[in-house]
């Protein structure tokens, strides 16, 4: 999978990313990275299928907070070793201008 790169300037959810359940191992990184302003945010992930979305956030999902990734009002790194079938980030304030840029990488093996 190539890196998802996700980029919020106002309150709300972003676009769901869907993993690749079959990758051996299941490693993902999330970097966030936060520019001027001020921004509180978590990030999320889900196990049900998000084939089934009823809209790009995945509103109708069963969502999770990230154990370490919740509340953050800063740069954060934190990764899933377990599988997950979506990943997504949630922003509840935001004020000054500032930007949240949310990175996602999977790694995949390569036979």
């Known amino acids: 999978m190539s890196p998802v790169t996700l980029a919020q300037t106002a309150i709300g959810i972003s676009s769901l990313v869907p993993m690749d359940l079959y990758g051996t191992p299941f490693n993902v990184g999330v970097a966030s990275k936060l520019s001027a302003g001020t ?58 201008g500032g930007t949240l840029t949310t990175t996602i990488v999977q790694a995949v093996s390569v036979a």
């Open 39 to 96: 921004v509180t945010y978590t990030i999320q992930y889900t196990m049900d299928n998000p084939y089934t979305a009823t809209d790009a956030s995945g509103t109708n999902l069963t969502w999770f907070d990230h154990p370490t990734m919740a509340g953050l009002t800063g740069n954060a790194y934190g990764n899933f070793a377990f599988p997950v079938r979506a990943i997504r980030s949630n922003v509840a304030a935001i004020a000054g």
